[in-house]
C-alpha cells in the first residue's frame, strides 16, 4: 500500500477496522481499510507541518494529530474536518489515548539545532519539561503534568491508570499517577561500565504481560530492557541485545509478544513475554529502515 511520502504516525480504533497513517512530507494522512489492505482515502485538510504520531478515539471519531509547529489538530472523522488546534510547548511529536478514551495525553518534544532549522516551521522554539492532559470529549486542555525533561514515547496501561514515558537524558522510563497527574517514580536501566561510557538515549515503550510490565529500548547499546512494574519503583527484570537502534517497540494484543523495531538493521524482532527469549525476526529489504508501527488486530472480512 503506498501513503503519503515518510509515514510516521500510526493509529487505530477500536474497531481495527481502519488504521490513519500520517505521513510527514505533504502534510497528509492515509486512511487504509485494514481488512483488505486497501488505501482507502488521503485527507488533504491541512494536517500542518509535518504530521506526527497521532491517535485515534475508541470510538474512530477524533483524530488528534500533531504537527511539527507546535500544535495538535482535533480531525472529526466523520465529517472530515478539523475542528479544534491545541498548542503546546515545543514540537507536536507523540500521543497516547487513554484506554477509555475520556483522556488524551500530548507529548511535545524539546527538539535541538536539526529540528529548529527545517524550514516550514518559522515558531519561537520553546523547551517542554510537562505532559499536556486533554479531554476528549470537549478537545480542551484540562491540566498539564510536569515530568522534568524533554518527553519523548509514551504508552499506557490497560485500567488506564499509569502512564508511562521515556524523556530526554533519563535511560530508562517515568511512572506517571494519570488520576492524581503527577510523576510518582522512575525505572532506571542497570548498565554495564562500557554502556555506561558512551552517551544513549531510551526511545520506545510499550506495556506487556497483562499490564504487569513495560519493556523499553537502549538504543545507542542496542539493548531491549523488561520492567516489572507491580512494584515501585520499577524491577528490571531482564535485558536482551537486539539490533542496531532499537526505536519503537510494540506489544500484541494479548500482550505476550513483543515487537522490536530496530531500523538500523531493517529487521523487527518478536520476543515471547513469558520466556524472555526471542521468538522470530524479519528481515525486511535493505535500507528499508522500518521504525513506527502498530499492532492491529483487523476484522476477518465477510466477503
Given at each position: 500500500?503506498?501513503?503519503?511520502?515518510?509515514?510516521?504516525?500510526?493509529?487505530?480504533?477500536?474497531?481495527?477496522?481502519?488504521?490513519?497513517?500520517a505521513?510527514?512530507?505533504?502534510?497528509?494522512?492515509?486512511?487504509?481499510?485494514?481488512?483488505?489492505?486497501?488505501?482507502?482515502?488521503?485527507?488533504?485538510?491541512?494536517?500542518?507541518?509535518e504530521?506526527?504520531?497521532?491517535?485515534v478515539?475508541?470510538?474512530?471519531?477524533?483524530?488528534?494529530?500533531?504537527?511539527?509547529?507546535?500544535y495538535?489538530?482535533?480531525?472529526?472523522?466523520?465529517?472530515?474536518?478539523?475542528?479544534e488546534?491545541?498548542?503546546?510547548?515545543?514540537?507536536?511529536?507523540?500521543?497516547?489515548?487513554?484506554?477509555?478514551?475520556?483522556?488524551?495525553?500530548?507529548?511535545?518534544?524539546?527538539?535541538?539545532?536539526?529540528?529548529?532549522?527545517?524550514?516550514?516551521?518559522?515558531?519561537?522554539?520553546?523547551?517542554?519539561?510537562?505532559v499536556?492532559?486533554?479531554?476528549?470529549?470537549?478537545?480542551?486542555?484540562?491540566?498539564?503534568?510536569?515530568?522534568?525533561?524533554?518527553?519523548?514515547p509514551?504508552?499506557?496501561?490497560?485500567?488506564?491508570?499509569?502512564?508511562y514515558?521515556?524523556?530526554?537524558?533519563?535511560?530508562?522510563?517515568?511512572?506517571?499517577?494519570?488520576?492524581?497527574?503527577?510523576?510518582?517514580?522512575?525505572?532506571?536501566?542497570t548498565?554495564?561500565?562500557?554502556?555506561?561510557?558512551?552517551?544513549?538515549?531510551?526511545?520506545?515503550?510499550?506495556?506487556?504481560?497483562?499490564?504487569?510490565?513495560?519493556?523499553?529500548?537502549?538504543?545507542?547499546?542496542?539493548?531491549?530492557?523488561?520492567?516489572?512494574?507491580?512494584?515501585?519503583?520499577?524491577?528490571?527484570?531482564?535485558?536482551?541485545?537486539?539490533?542496531?537502534?532499537?526505536?519503537?517497540?510494540?506489544?500484541?494484543?494479548?500482550?505476550?509478544?513483543?515487537?522490536?523495531?530496530?531500523?538500523?538493521?531493517?529487521?523487527l524482532?518478536?520476543?515471547?513475554?513469558?520466556?524472555?527469549?526471542?521468538?522470530?525476526?524479519?528481515?525486511?529489504?535493505?535500507?528499508?529502515?522500518?521504525?513506527?508501527?502498530?499492532?492491529?488486530?483487523?476484522?476477518?472480512?465477510?466477503?
Amino acid at each position: 500500500m503506498t501513503a503519503g511520502s515518510h509515514p510516521h504516525g500510526l493509529t487505530s480504533p477500536r474497531s481495527q477496522s481502519v488504521l490513519y497513517a500520517a505521513s510527514e512530507i505533504g502534510g497528509v494522512v492515509t486512511l487504509v481499510d485494514t481488512i483488505r489492505d486497501e488505501v482507502i482515502k488521503t485527507f488533504h485538510v491541512g494536517f500542518g507541518v509535518e504530521p506526527q504520531n497521532g491517535a485515534v478515539t475508541p470510538d474512530g471519531r477524533f483524530l488528534y494529530q500533531p504537527s511539527y509547529a507546535g500544535y495538535w489538530q482535533v480531525f472529526d472523522t466523520q465529517n472530515e474536518k478539523i475542528i479544534e488546534y491545541i498548542h503546546t510547548l515545543g514540537i507536536g511529536h507523540n500521543t497516547v489515548m487513554a484506554p477509555d478514551g475520556k483522556f488524551v495525553y500530548l507529548l511535545p518534544i524539546a527538539g535541538g539545532e536539526g529540528h529548529w532549522r527545517r524550514p516550514s516551521l518559522g515558531l519561537p522554539r520553546t523547551q517542554p519539561k510537562e505532559v499536556t492532559v486533554v479531554d476528549a470529549t470537549t478537545h480542551k486542555v484540562v491540566g498539564t503534568i510536569p515530568v522534568g525533561a524533554g518527553p519523548r514515547p509514551g504508552t499506557i496501561s490497560p485500567d488506564g491508570k499509569r502512564l508511562y514515558m521515556n524523556v530526554d537524558d533519563l535511560m530508562g522510563f517515568l511512572v506517571i499517577d494519570t488520576a492524581a497527574r503527577k510523576l510518582i517514580s522512575k525505572a532506571t536501566m542497570t548498565l554495564t561500565p562500557n554502556e555506561q561510557a558512551v552517551r544513549s538515549r531510551s526511545h520506545g515503550i510499550a506495556v506487556a504481560n497483562d499490564g504487569k510490565e513495560v519493556w523499553t529500548n537502549d538504543v545507542v547499546h542496542a539493548v531491549t530492557y523488561a520492567f516489572d512494574v507491580t512494584v515501585d519503583p520499577p524491577k528490571q527484570i531482564a535485558r536482551f541485545p537486539v539490533g542496531r537502534q532499537p526505536y519503537w517497540i510494540v506489544t500484541s494484543k494479548d500482550t505476550k509478544t513483543v515487537y522490536v523495531n530496530c531500523p538500523s538493521d531493517d529487521v523487527l524482532i518478536a520476543f515471547d513475554v513469558a520466556t524472555k527469549k526471542e521468538k522470530a525476526r524479519l528481515q525486511f529489504p535493505k535500507g528499508s529502515h522500518n521504525t513506527r508501527m502498530t499492532v492491529v488486530a483487523a476484522p476477518r472480512s465477510t466477503t
